[in-house]
């Protein structure tokens, strides 16, 4: 009886078909078609959000972007980034005519819509572009700073 079991382990296994769909979609498509079904205005570029005792530091990755094509408006406590991401055009570069045959890089217009904690202080904001890294950061309003307050002895 468990040499039965043995001889065909995963046989009736239920995500075989499964398999076979993504095999042929592959197939069929220059592209992960998951990755670029998930590689929505919402995920793209990726940023890491951070906050100190007096800023909200932002850093978003992207790489290869003309920074003419930025646009950044920071609105009450909503940050907007957009933009356009242009890619090379391999069936137009000379001399090397071809195509792709699988393309995991990321091009066309973006939108990036990120709500920030209402103590940030619009009128105080900077944006700095280095090395592929758009760093933005947003000072916290005066008021809700922490502050050290100094115990008397008596």
């Known amino acids: 009886m468990i040499s039965n079991m ?3 382990p995963l046989a009736n296994f239920p995500f075989h078909a499964f398999d076979a769909l993504e ?3 592959n197939a069929n498509f220059p592209y992960d078609v998951a990755q670029r079904l998930s590689r929505t205005e919402a995920s793209y570029p990726p940023v890491n959000i951070g906050t100190t005792n007096n800023s909200v530091e932002l850093s978003f990755f992207i790489a290869g972007l003309d920074t003419d094509s930025l646009d950044i408006v920071l609105e009450k406590n909503v940050l907007s980034v957009s933009g356009e991401r242009k890619l090379p055009d391999v069936a137009n570069d000379e001399p090397n005519k071809g195509t792709y045959y ?3 890089r990321f ?16 009128e105080h904001a900077e944006a700095n572009y280095q090395e592929g890294i758009l760093q933005i ?3 916290k309003r005066a008021e809700t700073q922490p502050r050290q307050i100094s115990v008397a002895v008596q």
């Open 6 to 8: 043995l001889r065909f």
């Open 23 to 25: 095999q042929g979609m």
């Open 102 to 104: 699988r393309q995991e």
């Open 107 to 122: 091009g066309g217009r973006f939108k990036r819509v990120i709500t920030l904690p209402e103590d940030v202080d619009t």
């Open 137 to 139: 950061s947003i000072a």
